[in-house]
Nanobody, 126 residues
Framework: QVSLVESGGGSVQAGGSLRLSCAASGITNSSYLMGWFRQAPGKERGGLAAIDSDGITKYADSVKGRATISKDNAKNILYLQMNSLKPEDTAMYYC????????????????????WGQGTQVTVSS
């Protein structure tokens, strides 16, 4: 049974940083596509960053240059380092995974991921 548990969210002032973590069980990170998404109230869930089983990454324009996705295959943990946070980054952040080999391109749409965590709230104040 696949389980994804996010942590590391919280309240931070604009310009600050956070590192989100996603502890995965029931899967082998090295054989899965994994990603981070967020959803603000009244908005659709959108992709932020993803990493495939070859370690290839993809970022949404909204966080490119401010976010870094990484994974520790030995510990089965996915990370998202977010810097220069803005109030518009306020949202529930979700970890997601899907069992698939590296494709040569990295998907970043919610429909491409079959497993989801419960989310961790990030609030950025101005």
């Amino acid at each position: 049974q696949v389980s994804l548990v996010e942590s590391g969210g919280g309240s931070v002032q604009a310009g600050g940083s956070l590192r989100l973590s996603c502890a995965a069980s029931g899967i082998t990170n090295s054989s899965y596509l994994m990603g981070w998404f967020r959803q603000a109230p009244g908005k659709e869930r959108g992709g932020l960053a993803a990493i495939d089983s070859d370690g290839i990454t993809k970022y949404a324009d909204s966080v490119k240059g401010r976010a870094t996705i990484s994974k520790d295959n030995a510990k089965n943990i996915l990370y998202l380092q977010m810097n220069s946070l803005k109030p518009e980054d306020t949202a529930m952040y979700y970890c997601a995974a899907d069992r698939r080999p590296a494709l040569g391109w990295v998907p970043l749409h919610p429909n491409d991921f079959g497993y989801w965590g419960q989310g961790t709230q990030v609030t950025v104040s101005s």
